[in-house]
């Protein structure tokens, strides 16, 4: 929804499916699987970077998208590819928004920590643990990279509800 708002915004935006363990953002956009020219691939040096770039129909929202699972993605990320095509594409773009994997789950979100400029923490209701949500603003901090602040997702309207008073 950012990626989208900053887009409509005239600005220009690159969002980058970079959860690549369990790739989703072209499923959530409505691409086919069949016609995404993967990331990763990319990434591993099986493909080169022709026609990697989407757009999203009727906006000027950009992306790339993974369609494929890569169990060994923190090697992948580690030899520099990714940090190299992020710094290119800076040069022609307002935004670059980064869509990661869980950081308590893997390592890939810290490897690309080095490649942003600020952090968003997402914490989905009733997934992330207290614990989980310290440790990761504890590693952003240790890093010194910019938290800009935190979006609480997935959040069950009856909890919300008008009619009990403050608190209750």
């Known amino acids: ?10 600005k220009r935006v690159l969002l980058l499916d970079g959860d690549f363990r369990k790739p989703a953002l072209y499923k959530i956009f409505g691409f086919d699987s069949d ?7 990319v990434l591993n040096g099986k493909q080169d970077a022709g026609n990697l770039i989407y757009k999203l129909p009727d906006t000027d929202l950009r992306m790339m998208l993974n369609t494929v699972a890569y169990p060994d993605s923190t090697e ?16 022609n773009l307002d935004y670059i928004i980064i869509d990661s ?3 308590a789950l893997v390592a890939d979100t810290e490897e690309m920590l080095d490649m942003a400029d600020a952090a968003i923490l997402v914490v989905k209701q009733h997934m ?11 590693v952003l901090n240790r890093r010194e990279m910019k938290l800009l602040g935190c979006v609480f997702n997935d959040v069950g309207g009856e909890q919300f509800s008008m009619g009990h008073g403050y608190g209750g």
């Open 35 to 41: 016609e995404i020219y993967d990331f990763g691939e």
């Open 101 to 103: 994997s869980p950081m």
């Open 76 to 91: 992948m990320l580690a030899q520099g590819l990714l940090k190299r095509v992020i710094d290119y594409l800076k040069q």
């Open 128 to 138: 992330s643990s207290v614990r989980d949500i310290n440790d990761a603003i504890d």
């Open 1 to 10: 929804n950012l990626a989208i708002a900053l887009s409509e915004e005239s």
